[in-house]
């Protein structure tokens, strides 16, 4: 494959770079915004949930419902950004988060919540989920120069990090503080909804000062004589394709132990306070993107395929040995050591996605990529909840995950170790 050709400015054009540097700004703003949010509500997700009245099942239930509809949500952006406008798209979904937030404060109806869920824009796991990823992620590639994509999602990646570790400490915390000044737990959990629809708002102000620059390139002016086919694909139908069902494995496998999960199973198992859940999540993700700023400077030494593949096996095999350890402490010291490694697979995941499609290509791969992740992660958390309903079988979901995912590392290193990178 002939190598892409920047569709930006090189560097020394600080007239013209000076723009996309602020719509970088404003994206990186817009994730830090939207993963805090994310993370603030992550953890006393199910924890909500069950005090509804839910059973573990139900728990489930719901959380496969808002990953269900995240596909549908996703494949009309997908379809439809490139035509209507990216920041249009945007305020969409920030409007979403708006409406989910505000139904789960307002009633406690497991109908109008699993609706929220499904229309709405909830993440259980604390990461990205929504229209947001794939368009910011297309944004950002004709905003800098192929050279530095890989180390610019590195970036990327760590800000959304920091922001879930703060969100979910925040969460946490606040929730803990609440109940201790006479709040019922319900009551308590209410409040982290309201703070999420405030985050909502807040990213409909930032989108809406997006320029331009972000907006799709048109195809004539960066790849001439050629026609889109598939969904915005024509050249990089069967790599995408290929990587899309790869991801939909592990993604699958992911949703098994979603943040909202572990937390949930930590306090059954070990009866530990919210508090301290948010504490350790916070710890959790800080080293998460930490180490997925290091991993855009191994993929520059052995490859972005080898790096995906080596980081992520050791991280599954810790995932398999959390329930196996005997007291709470041991657990959190195997799950701290799981996140120093188990994010290094996604800015370089990422990277690898726009750089083997041509660059009109690129919003479509993203959106494709992301539906296929969200299409595999969609029935895991329901099964993880009937799992966790059955005592034998309350510590499987971790088992079947680790497994799953290095069944995931061994096709891709297979299918890949061979692509120019």
């Known amino acids: ?115 929220a869920a499904i229309i709405g824009i909830v993440s259980p796991s604390g990461g990205e989920i929504g229209p947001f990823l794939s368009i910011e992620q297309a944004a950002l590639s004709q905003l800098i120069p192929d050279n530095r994509r890989t180390r610019l999602f590195g970036w990327y990646n760590l800000a959304g ?72 694909l024509h050249r990089s139908k069967k790599v995408v394709f290929k990587l899309s069902s790869l991801f939909a494995l592990d993604a699958f496998a992911g949703g098994f132990v979603v943040q909202s999960m572990i937390a949930w199973w930590l306090h059954v198992r070990y009866g530990v306070d919210v508090g301290i859940l948010g504490t350790l999540f916070f710890g959790a993700n800080l080293l998460a993107g930490v180490s997925a700023l290091l991993a855009t400077r191994l993929a520059e030494r052995i490859g972005l395929v080898r790096t995906m593949v080596y980081s992520h096996i050791p991280s599954n095999i810790l995932l398999c040995l959390v329930p196996l350890m005997p007291d709470f402490w041991l657990a959190v010291a195997v799950l701290l050591l799981r996140a120093c490694i188990s994010q290094m697979d996604v800015p370089v995941r990422e990277s690898y ?46 088992f079947v995950a680790g497994g799953l995912k290095i069944l995931y590392d061994m096709m891709l290193y297979n299918m890949f170790q061979d692509t120019v990178e």
């Open 1 to 115: 494959m002939a190598p892409e050709q920047s569709s930006v400015p090189g560097p020394t054009d600080t007239a013209t770079m000076n723009p996309a540097i602020r719509d970088i700004v404003l994206l990186f703003s817009t994730r830090i915004t939207r993963l805090f949010a994310y993370g603030l509500i992550s953890v006393v997700l199910g924890l909500y949930l069950a005090s509804t009245g839910l059973s573990a099942s139900g728990v489930g239930a719901i959380l496969s419902a808002t990953l269900a509809g995240d596909i549908l949500v996703s494949l009309w952006v997908t379809l439809v950004a490139d035509r209507v406008g990216r920041k249009n798209m945007l305020l969409l979904g920030a409007a979403l988060m708006i409406l989910s937030g505000l139904v789960f404060l307002f009633t406690t109806d497991p109908v109008w919540i699993t609706l």
């Open 161 to 232: 990090c920091f922001a879930t570790a703060a969100g979910a400490l925040a969460g946490g915390w606040l929730a803990q503080l609440l109940q201790g000044l006479g709040w019922s737990e319900l009551e308590a959990y209410r409040s982290i909804m309201a703070s999420y629809a405030a985050c909502g708002l807040v990213l409909i102000v930032l989108f809406a000062t997006l320029s331009q620059r972000a907006e799709v390139v048109p195809v004539a002016r960066i790849s001439e004589g050629v026609a889109r086919k598939t969904i915005g």
């Open 353 to 398: 996605t726009m750089t083997v499609v041509a660059p009109d290509e690129r919003s479509a791969a993203s959106g494709i990529t992301t539906v296929a992740r969200s299409v595999g992660a969609t029935l895991s958390p329901l099964l993880a909840g009937l799992f966790m309903a059955n005592p034998l079988l309350f510590s499987a979901p971790f």
